[in-house]
């Protein structure tokens, strides 16, 4: 069975910096790309990034550009998110989901992060 | 970047009705749309791929249509635990994008 499961997630200061991480497990990590999509409260689904399987190609979306960087382990089954510069309006629930052609499923549970003074 | 119109936004329906959720793209995706579900508190679950098939273990109620730039999602008898958000996902080109959601509710 597929799990992918967040962690990382908190309370950071609006200018601060968070890594987030997703473990997975029940399947062959390093043969699928992986992604990253947020859920700010109470709205709706967007897309923040992707990764190709072994790192070489990486897309995100313009609001982020220059201050998330997507990146994995496939030695550990890891995909993680380095989050920089955070604005109030990165608040969020962060999902990590396997990739395919750009289209997210399975998701993890997610891992919310909260951008307040 | 491809714009989602998703429509309705919010839709009141009974247990047994038959209903259909429309997603519209700015610009030609082929078939690469997909459609998920969200439960309060919950991951997403995608429920249809590559426009209109269904999704291993999805209920045969659901099922998606379209190509191009016009693509609905349908259920044809609405079952309790149906009800829920569906957002549709472009992603024939960069960035993926989803429809604003649509919420349905119990009438």
């Known amino acids: 069975e597929v799990q992918l499961v967040e962690s990382g997630g908190g309370l950071v200061q609006p200018g601060g910096s968070l890594r987030l991480s997703c473990a997975a497990s029940?399947?062959?990590?390093?043969?699928?790309?992986m992604s990253w999509v947020r859920q700010a409260p109470g709205k709706g689904l967007e897309w923040v990034a992707n990764?190709?399987?072994?790192?070489?190609?990486?897309y995100y979306v313009d609001s982020v550009k220059g201050r998330f960087t997507i990146s994995r382990d496939n030695a550990k089954n890891s995909l993680y998110l380095q989050m920089n510069s955070l604005r109030a309006e990165d608040t969020a629930v962060y999902y990590c989901a396997r990739d395919k052609y750009g289209a997210p499923q399975p998701w993890g549970q997610g891992t919310l992060v909260t951008v307040s003074s | 970047d491809i714009q989602m119109t998703q429509s309705p936004s919010s839709l009141s329906a009974s247990v047994g009705d038959r209903v259909t959720i429309t997603c519209r793209a700015s610009q030609g995706i082929r078939n690469d749309l997909g459609w998920y579900q969200q439960k309060p508190g919950k991951a997403p679950k995608r429920l249809i791929y590559a426009a209109s098939s269904l999704q291993s273990g999805v209920p045969s109620r659901f099922s998606g249509s379209g190509s191009g730039t016009e693509f609905t999602l349908t259920i044809s008898s609405l079952q309790p635990e149906d009800f829920a958000t569906y957002y549709c996902l472009q992603h024939n080109s960069y960035p993926p994008a989803f429809g604003q959601g649509t919420r349905l509710e119990i009438k």
């Open positions: 029940g399947f062959t990590f390093s043969s699928y790309w």
């Open positions: 990764i190709k399987q072994d790192g070489s190609e990486k």
